[in-house]
């Protein structure tokens, strides 16, 4: 029986799905107790003919699908896969030699109610945009407080970039749900947390990210998960999340609070403020002023957020009742 299934969706990153490959043919792990399992979710930029004509020392099988999102192709890669345990690799994530045996020592020592997570760190070989070096830093934030003990890995931290668990709790949680392009890899771990399951850090698990993004997707980002963390409160039984989105609202940086407060339900003063932020990234960046450029993408995706969240709670005025005393959302839109 094969130990591990490396899935990969991929869509139009046929040059990084390359390289991704190339890491796995590096590992240290024999290449009989693996396989890898590709994914084309409607690519057109060639991933379809170069996995159908690639030479290789891997195990991999690849299949298609018509452009469903990575969370559906996901779940097809799970139901193809033989091996044990399914390791999540995105086709942006290039896996260090070592990268397989440290997910597989952990699940050895922690036993099968296991969820690795593994990092995923910046090259030093890359040039990244100042919104996914924003990005890659919130990352690594989170991966040195769970290093220096300041909090657990839970479930909002499982990335599928780069984290394995065993494929029958995979298959008994029901998998990543489709409806959900963004975030749908937590909410999935949120039902793994339901079967007991823990969720490890395992900061020998090195993958290198190499993320490719545009303004306007990054800023589809925040927006969408705030939409979403209502609807899996309100849909998926999470009841939490609002009363935790309350909290940390409060913990936020008070210039940030006053934004959200003043930008919510007025959309000239929204689109200014966004207009404004968007400046000092771009501007910050070119002119070495870092610290400014990644004080506005923490400003603009917080903003974003909220007015996802507060879209979906029904208004401004059932998200600052939220506020207020953590209050149940009104009834909301559907996804």
Same mark, same amino acid.
């Given at each position: 029986?094969?130990?591990?299934?490396?899935?990969?969706?991929?869509?139009?990153?046929?040059?990084?799905?390359?390289?991704?490959?190339?890491?796995?043919?590096?590992?240290?792990?024999?290449?009989?107790?693996?396989?890898?399992?590709?994914?084309?979710?409607?690519?057109?930029?060639?991933?379809?003919?170069?996995?159908?004509?690639?030479?290789?020392?891997?195990?991999?099988?690849?299949?298609?699908?018509?452009?469903?999102?990575? *969370?559906?192709?996901?779940?097809?890669?799970?139901?193809?896969?033989?091996?044990?345990?399914?390791?999540?690799?995105?086709?942006?994530?290039?896996?260090?030699?070592?990268?397989?045996?440290?997910?597989?020592?952990?699940?050895?020592?922690?036993?099968?109610?296991?969820?690795?997570?593994?990092?995923?760190?910046?090259?030093?070989?890359?040039?990244?945009?100042?919104?996914?070096?924003?990005?890659?830093?919130?990352?690594?934030?989170?991966?040195?407080?769970?290093?220096?003990?300041?909090?657990?890995?839970?479930?909002?931290?499982?990335?599928?970039?780069?984290?394995?668990?065993?494929?029958?709790?995979?298959?008994?949680?029901? *998998?990543?749900?489709?409806?959900?392009?963004?975030?749908?890899?937590?909410?999935?771990?949120?039902? %793994?947390?339901?079967?007991?399951?823990?969720?490890?850090?395992?900061?020998?698990?090195? *993958?290198?990210?190499?993320?490719?993004?545009?303004?306007?997707?990054?800023?589809?980002?925040?927006?969408?998960?705030?939409?979403?963390?209502?609807?899996?409160?309100?849909?998926?039984?999470?009841?939490?999340?609002?009363?935790?989105?309350?909290?940390?609202?409060?913990?936020?940086?008070?210039?940030?609070?006053?934004?959200?407060?003043?930008?919510?339900?007025?959309?000239?003063?929204?689109?200014?403020?966004?207009?404004? %932020?968007?400046?000092?990234?771009?501007?910050?960046?070119?002119?070495?002023?870092?610290?400014?450029?990644?004080?506005?993408?923490?400003?603009?995706?917080?903003?974003?957020?909220?007015?996802?969240?507060?879209?979906?709670?029904?208004?401004?005025?059932?998200?600052?009742?939220?506020?207020?005393?953590?209050?149940?959302?009104?009834?909301?839109?559907?996804?």
């Amino acid at each position: 029986m094969l130990l591990f299934s490396v899935v990969i969706p991929t869509y139009n990153r046929v040059e990084r799905l390359k390289a991704v490959i190339r890491g796995l043919e590096r590992q240290d792990f024999p290449l009989s107790d693996f396989e890898v399992v590709v994914v084309s979710d409607g690519s057109t930029d060639g991933t379809d003919e170069y996995l159908a004509h690639l030479h290789t020392t891997l195990n991999l099988r690849f299949f298609t699908i018509h452009n469903q999102g990575a *969370g559906a192709a996901r779940n097809v890669g799970v139901e193809q896969a033989r091996g044990k345990y399914i390791l999540f690799i995105d086709d942006d994530v290039v896996p260090a030699p070592g990268l397989i045996s440290a997910h597989q020592h952990c699940h050895a020592s922690r036993g099968e109610k296991t969820v690795v997570l593994g990092p995923m760190l910046s090259p030093s070989d890359f040039r990244m945009t100042p919104w996914v070096q924003w990005e890659q830093k919130m990352l690594e934030k989170q991966y040195q407080a769970m290093l220096a003990g300041h909090w657990q890995p839970t479930a909002r931290q499982f990335y599928t970039g780069n984290t394995s668990v065993e494929r029958t709790y995979l298959l008994a949680s029901g *998998g990543f749900d489709p409806r959900f392009r963004r975030a749908e890899d937590v909410e999935l771990a949120y039902r %793994l947390e339901g079967l007991d399951l823990t969720f490890v850090f395992n900061p020998e698990a090195v *993958g290198y990210h190499y993320p490719e993004r545009s303004f306007t997707s990054w800023l589809d980002i925040p927006l969408a998960y705030g939409r979403n963390d209502v609807i899996f409160a309100r849909e998926k039984g999470h009841s939490w999340i609002l009363p935790a989105m309350a909290q940390e609202f409060a913990s936020r940086h008070f210039l940030t609070r006053a934004l959200v407060r003043v930008s919510l339900g007025r959309p000239v003063v929204s689109s200014m403020s966004e207009r404004i %932020l968007s400046g000092l990234i771009r501007r910050g960046h070119w002119f070495g002023l870092g610290r400014i450029s990644l004080a506005a993408c923490s400003a603009l995706f917080n903003l974003r957020y909220y007015q996802g969240a507060a879209h979906e709670l029904g208004g401004p005025g059932a998200f600052l009742a939220l506020l207020q005393n953590g209050a149940p959302a009104v009834e909301g839109r559907a996804v």
